[in-house]
C-alpha cells in the first residue's frame, strides 16, 4: 500500500480482556516498529522487528505486552488483560533497511486509539 | 535523564514569525537527527532528515545539528496557521530505533 496501515483505528475495551492491534507497513520496508504515545509523554519505544533478526523487546512495558511479524510484512501488538494505564494511541511505522548501516525515516501509520475502562 | 529532551511548550506565535524549536540528546553515539510534525489525530510524518552535524534547509524550514553542544534545532520562516501542530525531535544511532522527544505544541494565529 501507499501507507502504513493501522487497525482498527480505535478501540475500546473492558479491564482485564486481550486486545490485538494490527499493523500493515509499506511494502519493501523491512524494519517495523510500535511506539506508545499518552498524553504528556511523548512517544515511547514498544518493540523493533529488523528482517529475519530478533526483535528487539526492550521497550515491552511488562509480560502482558507481546508482538510477532508474519512473513517479515503484517505485524500484530497484542496486550493481555489490559488495564487502565495502557490507554494510549498505539502508533505503528516502518522504514527502509532500519538498525544497519543507516536509520533512515519512518514512516508512521495514523495509529489506534485504545481506552481500557 | 532522557536521552532526548524537548520543552513541550506550548508555544503561540503570530503569523508570519519566526519560529525556533530546540532539543538536547546526550548519547554521543547518535548521528541521525530528525524532525516530524504531528498533526492533531494523526500519526507523525518526517519533516526533515540529518545525519551529523550541520545545517539543513527546505523551503521555510531550516534544521541544526550542533553535535558539540548536542544541540539540535528546527527553524520555521514566515510561519503560518497551516503550521499549528506538534513538532517532535529525534535521534538516533546506525543501530536500533528512533529516540524521540516530548514534542512542542506549536500554535500559529493568523
Known amino acids: 500500500g501507499a501507507g502504513v496501515s493501522q487497525s482498527p483505528s480505535n478501540k475500546v475495551t473492558e479491564k482485564g480482556k486481550d486486545v490485538e492491534l494490527r499493523c500493515d507497513p509499506i511494502?519493501?520496508?523491512?524494519?517495523l516498529y510500535w511506539y506508545r504515545q499518552s498524553l504528556g509523554q511523548g512517544l515511547e519505544f514498544l518493540i523493533y522487528f529488523q528482517g529475519n533478526s530478533a526483535p528487539d523487546k526492550s521497550g515491552l512495558p511488562s509480560d502482558r505486552f507481546s508482538a510477532e511479524r508474519t512473513g517479515g510484512s503484517v505485524s500484530t501488538l497484542t496486550i493481555q488483560r489490559t488495564q487502565q494505564e495502557d490507554s494510549a494511541v498505539y502508533l505503528c511505522?516502518?522504514?527502509?533497511?532500519?538498525?544497519?548501516?543507516?536509520?533512515?525515516?519512518?514512516?508512521f501509520g495514523s495509529g489506534t486509539r485504545l481506552t481500557v475502562v | 535523564q532522557k536521552e532526548v529532551e524537548q520543552d513541550p511548550g506550548p508555544l503561540s506565535v503570530p503569523e508570519g514569525a519566526i519560529v525556533s524549536l530546540n532539543c538536547t540528546y546526550s548519547n554521543s553515539a547518535f548521528q541521525y537527527f530528525m524532525w516530524y510534525r504531528q498533526y492533531s489525530r494523526k500519526g507523525p510524518e518526517l519533516l526533515m532528515y540529518?545525519?551529523?552535524?550541520g545545517n539543513k534547509e527546505d523551503g521555510r524550514f531550516t534544521a541544526q545539528v550542533d553535535k558539540s553542544s548536542k544541540y539540535i534545532s528546527l527553524f520555521i520562516r514566515d510561519s503560518q496557521p497551516s503550521d499549528s501542530a506538534t513538532y517532535l525531535c529525534a535521534s538516533g544511532g546506525s543501530q536500533g530505533n528512533l529516540i524521540f522527544g516530548k514534542g512542542t505544541k506549536l500554535s500559529v494565529k493568523p
Open positions: 511505522a516502518s522504514s527502509y533497511a532500519g538498525g544497519t548501516k543507516r536509520l533512515y525515516g519512518y514512516t
Open positions: 511494502s519493501g520496508h523491512t524494519a
Open positions: 540529518t545525519y551529523s552535524s
